[in-house]
Every structure is written in structure tokens, then in C-alpha cells.
């Protein structure tokens, strides 16, 4: 993991060195994705997918643009993104008659359309997503994949019956979370927001969280529970199995190329990025170790290996580029690829290969045992894991008084907003909220003194 103080330099630099975006386009928070970063969040979305799929969602794909009239049906959420909102304002010479948005967020596209498809209680649950672009006009410092104006985005939306099911939809989101960032190696916290600080029209919303090796938390992904707080302006209804007309419960969980900077920013050491499996677009790499006159030797057992190790279903690729193997070594730990093979005349006298991990172990496998290379992929994942789930434990403070500490903290907290905020002052941090599942708290509030049955989660974050 990058040292604290080097981190935010060492990222900046990476993204590019990795190859995965061009920050050269002349439009600020919007970068080029380059093929091999473009792969890399594609094959994310292939897992989000494919959770989707499993839970039943259908896939839908929604206009760009919104008219200013569906924006502004939601007053909580026209409040909270009016200052992040691109507005186009002219088609041609001709000035709009009505303006048109790009979309920060979809919630009002679709809902316009939902009430529409849903009629009857037999319409419901109805669960939705898509990924798309987003846009929102960030006024802080941009930085790659973390803080950009064109977001990559994955957004669903369901409507239920009752709040009831809504909540059941909630919690299958945590059990996604949880099934979705384990496979990509990141560990993660789950927080009630405060209220104070919950999504733009939300009854409440749930932030998933990582933490950085800055000690700073990024918000990976969050889930909230809209009541009907938009289905009665966007009059979402459906006819009851009594014949009455009702309200539909919403709910929402999203996601975006943050996901990746989680990735760069957690596993990434001084030699490059290092990717979990599960994404990485190539898993294994050769690197012929060539001496004069065993040149066609080496090439020919290299290709014979390729083979093998794609017929067991694994991506492989055999650098016959005209570097030295020290600079392919370079390249690819770079580019994190997560096992390297070497193969030169002695492994072939040998019958073994020479593999290294890119967490650095280095081991001989048999020649007849290529589909060994499965298990060691699968415990180069739980390492990394391991590795960066330790380091979040780690970071992760109770107290019992307000003092300066860096990473997460957790402090006793009466509920009351002015406390909170009491709290995010002195300690010069920014409230993530209750952690789910909630810890039992028998303190005294560390402003008031009353009693305190919650732990407020607090850290400072991107
Ligand atoms: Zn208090």
C-alpha cells in the first residue's frame, strides 16, 4: 500500500502510467478512458450486471436530456442539485422553448415514464436500472475516476407496493454490495447518513464506504429509501387489490467509476496498480526468457503454454514484444496484471513454469499442472483482500472523548443534529453516519453529556 503522504501525488500520476485515462481533454473532471482503463470499468459493469440479472432488474436506457419541467417536480431535489445541473439552452440558432438538462441523476426521467408502465399492483415490484453518463458541475478539485464532471453511472430504480417491500429491496442492495465488492477485493463499511446529509429527497440513504490509504473514506456506492417522496409528485400509482389507488414505495442504489479509483487507490503499490482478478483483462501474462540459440524453443513452449492455460478459461497473453524481460516485468506490474509466467531453457528442462504473483510470490508450477494457476489467482484475490481489509480494521477508532485521530472514528452520539454537527466541527471531519449493523452504545453524548444510544461514524473523505 502507498504511503499516506505520498498517496494523492502517486495517484494523480498513476492513472496515466497504468494507461487507464488521458487527462490531456481540454474540458476539466472530463477525461479520455483509454482502451485498457475502458476494459477494466467494463468488465466492472459485467459484474454489476450479472448481479442485476440474478436479482431479477431489467435493464433500461433513458434520454440524456431532461425537460426543466420534469426536474423540477421534486423540491428537495431540484435544491440539492440546481448547482451541479449543465443546462442546454439552445438547439441550433433557435432558443428551446423549454430548457433541457443533462441528467446529474435519472430519478426524474424515469419517473416521469413509471407512472406511465405501472397501472396495478400486479405491475409491481417493478425494478429498473441502467449505466449510463451522468453530469454534474463539481466545483471542487477534480481528480480521475474520483471527483469528474461526466460520470460513469449505475443507477437502479424500483417501486413496490409498501414500505415494507421497499425495505426487503434494500436489503437485497446491502446483500449485492456485499457479494459485488468482495469480488473486486474491496472492503467496505455501510453508514446511515445523518439526515442532515442524506441524498436530495430521500427519506434516508445508506453510504458505502472504503477507505483510502490517504486515511480518507470514498463513498462507493449508496442506496436510499424514497418513501413516496417521489411517487406522489411524479404520481407514480398503482390500483390496489381492493380496487383503491395508492402510492408506490421507491428506492435507489448507485454506483460509479469510483469503484475503480477504490480499486487503483487500495491495492496500488509503488510498482503500479495491482487488479483483482475478476476484472483484470488479462490474467496472466508470459515473458519468454530467451538465450541465443534456444530462441525458437522458448517461443515454441511459450505459445504450447498460452494454449493450455486459455483452454482452461483463462485470459493469457504472450509478450513477444523486442524488450528485455526487465522492462515486460515493468509494463505489466504496472498495468497490475496478476500472474506473471516466465518460461526460458531451464523450466523447459525442468518441465515447470516460474510464476510471479503481483503481491510478489514467486513459485515453480509443474509443467502437467497448468490448472494449479486457478487456485493461485484465487489466493492472490484473498491476500489482497486480506491485505486491505486488515488495514481498514486498522483505521477504525472508537473514542470516548473528542481527540484528533486519523482514519475512521466512532464516537457517542445523542442523535440530535446540533450535536452532530458539534462533533463534525471539532473533530474537522465529515459525519458518515451510524454503522449497519448498529453497535449497542451505552455512553453519554460527547457534546451534551445526555445519554447517547448511537456511535456516530466520522472520517474526513473525497
Ligand atoms: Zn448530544
Excluded at 254 to 264: F, K, P
Excluded at 291 to 317: A, D, P, Q, T, Y
Excluded at 344 to 370: F, N, Q
Aim: include cysteine.
Amino acid at each position: 500500500m502507498i504511503d499516506k503522504e505520498k498517496f494523492d501525488e502517486w495517484y494523480h500520476e498513476i492513472v496515466e502510467k497504468a494507461e487507464l485515462c488521458d487527462k490531456r481533454y481540454p474540458i476539466k473532471g472530463m477525461n479520455v478512458w483509454k482502451p485498457y482503463g475502458w476494459k477494466l470499468m467494463r468488465n466492472i459493469d459485467t459484474i454489476i450486471r450479472e448481479e442485476m440479472e440474478k436479482t431479477n432488474h431489467k435493464e433500461v436506457y433513458f434520454p440524456l436530456l431532461i425537460p426543466e419541467s420534469y426536474f423540477k417536480k421534486e423540491a428537495e431535489h431540484i435544491k440539492g442539485f440546481s448547482e451541479e445541473v449543465y443546462w442546454v439552452t439552445h438547439a441550433g440558432k433557435n432558443e428551446l422553448e423549454e430548457k433541457l438538462l443533462l441528467r446529474p441523476t435519472s430519478e426524474t426521467a424515469l419517473y416521469s415514464i413509471f407512472s406511465l408502465w405501472i397501472r396495478s399492483h400486479t405491475d409491481l415490484p417493478l425494478k429498473t436500472f441502467q449505466i449510463v453518463n451522468t453530469f454534474r458541475y463539481e466545483t471542487k478539485m477534480t481528480k480521475a475516476f474520483i471527483r469528474v464532471r461526466e460520470i460513469h453511472f449505475f443507477e437502479a430504480h424500483t417501486c413496490h407496493t409498501d414500505f415494507e417491500d421497499a425495505e426487503r429491496q434494500i436489503k437485497e442492495d446491502l446483500e449485492i454490495a456485499e457479494r459485488f465488492f468482495k469480488k473486486l477485493c474491496l472492503p467496505f463499511i455501510s453508514s446511515i447518513r445523518p439526515d442532515w446529509d442524506k441524498f436530495a429527497g430521500a427519506y434516508y440513504s445508506i453510504g458505502l464506504d472504503v477507505l483510502m490509504p490517504s486515511l480518507k473514506t470514498l463513498q462507493v456506492g449508496s442506496v436510499h429509501q424514497y418513501k413516496q417522496n417521489f411517487s406522489k409528485p411524479f404520481e407514480i400509482k398503482y390500483e390496489g387489490v381492493d380496487g383503491k389507488h395508492y402510492y408506490c414505495h421507491q428506492t435507489t442504489y448507485g454506483m460509479s467509476e469510483r469503484v475503480l479509483g477504490a480499486i487503483i487507490g487500495i491495492h496500488g503499490d509503488e510498482r503500479g496498480i495491482k487488479l483483482p482478478s475478476s476484472i483484470a483483462p488479462i490474467k496472466i501474462v508470459i515473458v519468454p526468457i530467451i538465450f541465443k540459440g534456444v530462441e525458437e524453443k522458448v517461443m515454441e513452449e511459450c505459445r504450447n503454454v498460452k494454449k493450455e492455460i486459455e483452454s482452461i478459461g483463462l485470459s493469457c497473453h504472450l509478450d513477444e514484444r523486442d524488450k528485455t524481460p526487465g522492462n515486460k516485468f515493468y509494463d505489466w506490474e504496472m498495468k497490475g496484471v496478476p500472474i506473471r509466467v516466465e518460461i526460458g531453457p531451464k523450466d523447459i528442462e525442468a518441465h515447470v513454469i516460474t510464476i510471479t504473483t503481483r503481491d510478489g510470490i514467486k513459485k515453480k508450477i509443474r509443467r502437467d499442472e497448468i490448472e494449479k494457476l486457478k487456485e493461485e489467482l484465487n489466493e492472490y484475490d484473498r491476500r489482497i483482500y486480506e491485505k486491505a481489509e486488515k488495514f481498514l480494521k486498522e483505521n477504525i477508532h472508537e473514542l470516548r472523548e473528542i481527540e484528533k485521530r486519523e482514519g475512521i472514528v466512532e464516537l457517542p452520539w445523542c442523535g440530535k443534529e446540533e450535536c452532530g454537527k458539534k462533533i463534525e466541527e471539532e473533530m474537522d471531519m465529515k459525519s458518515l453516519g451510524v454503522g449497519i449493523p448498529s453497535r449497542k452504545c451505552k455512553e453519554k453524548c460527547v457534546v451534551c453529556g445526555e445519554k447517547a444510544d448511537k456511535w456516530l461514524r466520522l472520517s474526513k473523505n473525497y
